[in-house]
């Protein structure tokens, strides 16, 4: 998921299997993390964050991992549907004036019925 | 239903023209934001403003500006549009002092400059 260029990493799973995500972000200090979905024809929607006191947290369906000492980020989607297939984006705060994002070049996921 | 409305879903300028694109949101938030998306690239931040009248530079602020004369209205404009300025254009907003996660994205504007 991190930013390589022109090319769009792209993710292809089955109907009902977990899927994981990967980014990796460049900012020891950055403070705070967050995975945004974006469909077709839309803009990113929020999908969960972190802090970086944690290294775990859990939504519906979906698991965010965070591991400081790599500084790598992961999403973790159970069962994934197809209503799941969009680009994942993750980005990082660091805390900045104005709470300024810096998000990686994003994954595509496809899901295979 | 919160939203941040972008004037444009698609636009095609010419290069050299000035071009205006529009962002307006009804939740009275305090910030907003102009990215522009390019694959592979992510949104990278291009100006914000975190009050009326205020902006702050982003990371790619050079052939741009912006204008925040109301809160509920930010205006992105390119100066002298060239081809390299082809992107999707998107707009967010967020309350002062709400983490990022608060963020309401607009659908984007995808410009075209020929």
């Known amino acids: 998921g991190e930013s390589v260029g022109l090319h769009l990493p792209t993710l292809s799973v089955q109907e009902g299997d977990n899927s994981i995500i990967n980014c990796a972000y460049s900012n020891s200090a950055s403070d705070y993390f967050i995975w945004y979905k974006q469909e077709s024809g839309k803009g990113p929607q929020f999908i969960i964050d972190?802090?970086?006191?944690?290294d775990k947290r859990q939504g519906q369906r979906v698991t965010v991992l965070l591991n400081k000492t790599v500084k790598h980020l992961s999403l973790q989607i159970a069962a994934t549907q197809p209503g799941d297939s969009a680009v994942y984006f993750c980005?990082?705060?660091?805390?900045?004036?104005?709470?300024?994002?810096?998000f990686g070049g994003g994954t595509r996921v496809l899901v295979k019925p | 239903d919160v939203k941040v409305t972008q004037s444009s879903r698609y636009l095609v300028k010419r290069t050299g023209e000035k071009v205006f694109l529009e962002c307006v949101q009804d939740m009275d938030h305090e910030n907003m934001f102009w990215y522009r998306q390019d694959p592979g690239l992510g949104l990278r931040l291009i100006y914000f403003?975190?009050?009326?009248?205020?902006?702050e530079k982003g990371d790619i602020p050079e052939g741009y500006s912006v204008s925040r004369e109301k809160k509920e209205r930010f205006s992105l404009i390119l100066e002298s549009a060239s081809t390299n300025q082809t992107s999707m254009y998107l707009c967010?907003?967020?309350?002062?002092?709400?983490?990022?996660?608060?963020?309401?994205f607009g659908s984007g504007t995808r410009l075209t400059v020929v």
């Open positions: 403003s975190y009050d009326v009248k205020m902006k």
């Open positions: 967010a907003s967020g309350r002062r002092g709400a983490r990022a996660g608060g963020y309401t």
């Open positions: 980005a990082e705060n660091k805390g900045a004036a104005g709470n300024k994002l810096t």
């Open positions: 972190i802090r970086s006191n944690m």
